[in-house]
Nanobody, 123 residues
Framework: VQLQASGGGLVQAWGSLRLSCAAS????????MAWFRQAPGKEREFVAA????????YYADSVKGRFTISGDNAKNTVTLQMNSLTPEDTAVYFC?????????????????WGQGTQVTVSS
């Protein structure tokens, strides 16, 4: 699986951004897909995940109610819609994929990673 993330940029507080992750490979539809983020000087942290079973979704508490993860099997893409952004959301965002069909918050559990896209939220 190869992943290509896009859609980052600069936005003012309380604005919105939409990140996309294009995946190649036939295993996309059976993999757990997730978004992580890493702010300067901080560890990479879980943001959201989409499981292939009934399109089940999970979110970090810090983004619950503001971010939405969704998948499009026809286009092999996973999208992260981010609303009500705050400066605390500023980070490099990574999409990731795991063949394990279960929720995992640990980056080490994901075998495939996109290159990251910068999201900067100004106050």
């Amino acid at each position: 699986v190869q992943l290509q993330a896009s859609g980052g940029g600069l936005v003012q507080a309380w604005g919105s951004l939409r990140l996309s992750c294009a995946a190649s490979g036939r295993t996309f539809r059976s993999n757990t897909m997730a978004w992580f983020r890493q702010a300067p000087g901080k560890e990479r942290e879980f943001v959201a995940a989409l499981l292939p079973i009934a399109s089940t979704t999970y979110y970090a508490d810090s983004v619950k109610g503001r971010f939405t993860i969704s998948g499009d099997n026809a286009k092999n893409t996973v999208t992260l819609q981010m609303n009500s952004l705050t400066p605390e959301d500023t980070a490099v965002y990574f999409c990731a994929s795991s063949p394990k069909v279960r929720l995992s918050l640990a980056p080490v559990e994901y075998d495939y990673w996109g290159q990251g896209t910068q999201v900067t939220v100004s106050s």
